[in-house]
């Protein structure tokens, strides 16, 4: 780890034993998804269990969530540095920028609770509607395939390895379809309808706890019924472009001056407003530590910083 001058680390070194892979990079562009294994240890996992519970719990005594209904808040990244840890988490963000590129921050962020269904919960009940993400971004963007943008890295904190528990579903390759989007994606109404039918090429996503799994925001997803005894619980957070707008009303700005710069960057720090469009090194000092670790070249493919 390298020193700030405020005396504050600079990214964990261990990332660089998790960069993409051409084979990583091969099958996230033809499938619009990768796993990622083992991507938090089990100490952390189990405090992100501690730290959503104790939100869940607080949002139950407070009756702003229901003991047999699904649950998601956004919001959290200030209420326990273990969310923090996960903006720029060693096993994941160099899968991150690897796609994206340096010009990058979190611009979403939400967690779901999604208990076993209740005992008189209709048959096809718990389906989120079949959506890609980002809402009216998929009707004004005139471009076919929709552009991709962003990416949300799901991490599954309770054993979702096999269906019927409330598991993530896609249809792989599916993010180069466009295909009308259902009107619950565009208001993006939390509330799970019955899905009219369950396409034929949707697979669960059947992963121990602790697996990460990125995913194009353009892949055709839905959350399923949970018919298990097991509370699913799941945290997602979203990276874009500097330039995306925050979709959640994230409150992170106190927190900037206990986060070094890269952290910073991926909090959604910028200098002016230009420099999220036109950036310059002290915007996106992601880009400069690059550059230190990989060389000039690792950045040439993206242009330079301002255009
Ligand atoms: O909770 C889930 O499995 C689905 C989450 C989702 O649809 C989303 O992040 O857009």
Aim: include cysteine; aromatic fraction near 10%.
């Amino acid at each position: 780890m390298d020193d700030n001058s405020n005396g504050l680390k600079i990214m964990n070194e261990e990332c660089l034993s998790h960069l993409l892979t051409d084979e990583e990079r091969d099958h996230f562009e033809k499938q619009g998804y990768l796993y990622v294994p083992n991507a938090l240890p089990t100490d952390m996992r189990e405090r992100l269990l501690e730290a959503v519970d104790k939100l869940h719990n607080n949002a139950l005594a407070k009756g702003k969530a229901k003991p047999d209904t699904h649950w998601g808040f956004s919001n959290f990244l200030g209420t326990d540095d273990v969310f923090l840890d996960l903006v720029d988490h060693p096993t994941t963000l160099p899968k991150v920028w690897g796609i994206l590129g340096w010009n990058i921050y979190l611009y979403h962020a939400h967690m779901h609770v999604k208990p076993p269904a209740a005992s008189d919960a209709q048959e096809g009940d718990g389906w989120l509607e079949w959506h890609q993400d980002s809402g009216r971004v998929n009707i004004e963007m005139e471009t076919h395939p929709r552009p991709r943008l962003s990416l949300k890295v799901a991490y599954f904190l309770t054993d979702v390895s096999e269906p019927g528990r409330g598991n993530f579903y896609i249809r792989p390759g599916s993010h180069y379809s466009d295909v009308p989007l259902p009107e619950v994606e565009i208001s993006r109404d939390p509330l799970e309808k019955s899905a009219s039918s369950i396409p034929d090429d949707a697979i669960p996503v059947c992963v121990e706890p602790g697996t990460a799994v990125l995913f194009d925001r353009r892949l055709w997803h839905s959350r399923s019924p949970n018919t298990s005894q097991i509370t699913r619980k799941a945290l997602f957070y979203g990276y874009g472009y500097r330039w995306i707008r925050q979709k959640d009303d994230m409150t992170v700005e106190h927190l900037y001056e206990r986060c070094d710069p890269i952290r910073r960057q991926l909090l959604g720090a910028a200098v002016k407003n230009n420099g999220r469009y036109v950036p310059t090194d002290e915007d996106v000092p992601l880009r400069g530590w690059l550059i230190e670790q990989f060389g000039e070249n690792v950045v040439y493919s993206q242009g330079p910083l301002g255009a």
